[in-house]
């Protein structure tokens, strides 16, 4: 890692689940999603997250170059490329207990967004 990538990603270098072996492994791998048009907000949360914890690459089908150019600005490291060998990206389904009112679309994006770019760094990280 550069000096700059050390500085930027110290507190996950501190973490004991990370390490330095773990973000050098987030750093050198990728991932593929895919925004879907039932719920575009879940993984174009995910990816921000992804590019924001030091995933080296992102291949996402179907953003717009504003959308990617967002996620860009989280992730100075990650590269957006047209295709990769990465792992998917998988969303949690909409949890049962879930509240079931007008206003919980954002919300929701947020909480299957998170869960998703945190389990998918975690798998990465302590290979």
């Given at each position: 890692?550069?000096d700059?990538?050390?500085?930027?990603?110290?507190?996950?270098?501190l973490?004991?689940?990370?390490?330095g072996?773990?973000?050098t492994a987030?750093?050198?791998?990728?991932?593929r999603?895919?925004l879907r048009?039932?719920?575009?907000d879940?993984?174009?949360l995910a990816?921000?997250?992804?590019?924001?914890?030091?995933?080296?690459?992102?291949?996402?089908?179907?953003?717009?170059?504003?959308q990617?150019?967002?996620?860009a600005v989280h992730?100075?490291?990650t590269r957006l490329a047209?295709?990769?060998?990465?792992r998917?990206l998988?969303?949690?389904?909409?949890?049962?207990?879930w509240p079931?009112?007008?206003?919980?679309a954002?919300?929701?994006a947020?909480w299957r967004?998170?869960?998703a770019?945190?389990?998918?760094m975690?798998?990465?990280?302590?290979?």
């Amino acid at each position: 890692m550069r000096d700059e990538q050390v500085r930027r990603y110290a507190r996950h270098i501190l973490l004991p689940d990370v390490g330095g072996l773990g973000q050098t492994a987030l750093l050198t791998s990728a991932v593929r999603l895919e925004l879907r048009e039932s719920e575009p907000d879940a993984e174009l949360l995910a990816a921000m997250y992804l590019a924001a914890g030091g995933v080296g690459g992102l291949m996402i089908r179907g953003a717009t170059e504003a959308q990617l150019a967002e996620i860009a600005v989280h992730g100075p490291d990650t590269r957006l490329a047209d295709s990769c060998h990465g792992r998917d990206l998988v969303l949690q389904p909409k949890p049962a207990w879930w509240p079931a009112t007008d206003g919980d679309a954002t919300a929701l994006a947020f909480w299957r967004g998170g869960i998703a770019a945190t389990r998918w760094m975690a798998e990465v990280a302590n290979r």
